[in-house]
T-cell receptor, first 109, second 115 residues
Framework: RKEVEQDPGPFNVPEGATVAFNCTYS??????FFWYRQDCRKEPKLLMS???SGNEDGRFTAQLNRASQYISLLIRDSKLSDSATYLC??????????FGKGTMLLVSP | NAGVTQTPKFRVLKTGQSMTLLCAQD?????MYWYRQDPGMGLRLIHY???????AKGEVPDGYNVSRLKKQNFLLGLESAAPSQTSVYFC??????????????FGPGTRLTVL
């Protein structure tokens, strides 16, 4: 099993739609979880951290299920500007992170 | 505050040539990282540093060397470039506050082609 697995997509959705991504991780000892966003040919940027209690930031909601070892990201009321690749990220020890390969989202008018 | 900067932005090398990629951060971060990103492979950690004068291997260290002589700089060297090292290289840094939830801040990347 890969350390962090994501559906590569692309997910094609119309503006205003709700879309959800899931990610699974293999290391049950992982302690910290994130979603990063990467625009085409740009650097990754932190979208949000994912805590055990979940996390909501405007139209974005992230959830963590430790028992099943998966993380989810829900985007409501999709905007054209949400088109990007979303990277699921899990810590590997204290110092380093493991990145998933990313899920591509394309929002169309 | 420039954040994390990388030099150069683009480079084309011939097989066997050497080069050094420079990463600089002005946030006084302890930790610094070098990743490579290839199509379909995601970001993979090459080397990292937890402080000035320290370095450690990541997932894919072969063919690369690093140095962290100053806290703000992290250098990635390719001694004898190979076509398999054609990639986009990202540098990142983060603070060490005792939490594993600290954000990694990335530089804009260096696009390297080895012919």
């Amino acid at each position: 099993r890969k350390e962090v697995e994501q559906d590569p997509g692309p997910f094609n959705v119309p503006e205003g739609a709700t879309v959800a991504f899931n990610c699974t991780y293999s290391n049950s000892a992982s302690q910290s979880f994130f979603w990063y966003r990467q625009d085409c040919r740009k650097e990754p940027k932190l979208l949000m951290s994912v805590y055990s209690s979940g996390n909501e930031d405007g139209r974005f909601t992230a959830q963590l299920n430790r028992a099943s070892q998966y993380i989810s990201l829900l985007i409501r009321d999709s905007k054209l500007s949400d088109s990007a690749t979303y990277l699921c990220v899990v810590n590997r020890g204290y110092s380093t992170l493991t990145f998933g390969k990313g899920t591509m989202l394309l929002v169309s008018p | 505050n420039a954040g994390v900067t990388q030099t150069p932005k683009f480079r084309v090398l011939k097989t066997g040539q050497s080069m050094t990629l420079l990463c600089a951060q002005d946030m006084n971060h302890e930790y610094m990282y070098w990743y490579r990103q290839d199509p379909g492979m995601g970001l993979r950690l090459i080397h990292y540093s937890v402080g000035e004068g320290t370095t450690a291997k990541g997932e894919v260290p072969d063919g690369y060397n690093v140095s962290r002589l100053k806290k703000q700089n992290f250098l990635l060297g390719l001694e004898s470039a190979a076509p398999s090292q054609t990639s986009v290289y990202f540098c990142a840094s983060r603070i060490d506050s005792g939490s594993s939830y600290n954000e990694q801040f990335f530089g804009p990347g260096t696009r390297l082609t080895v012919l």
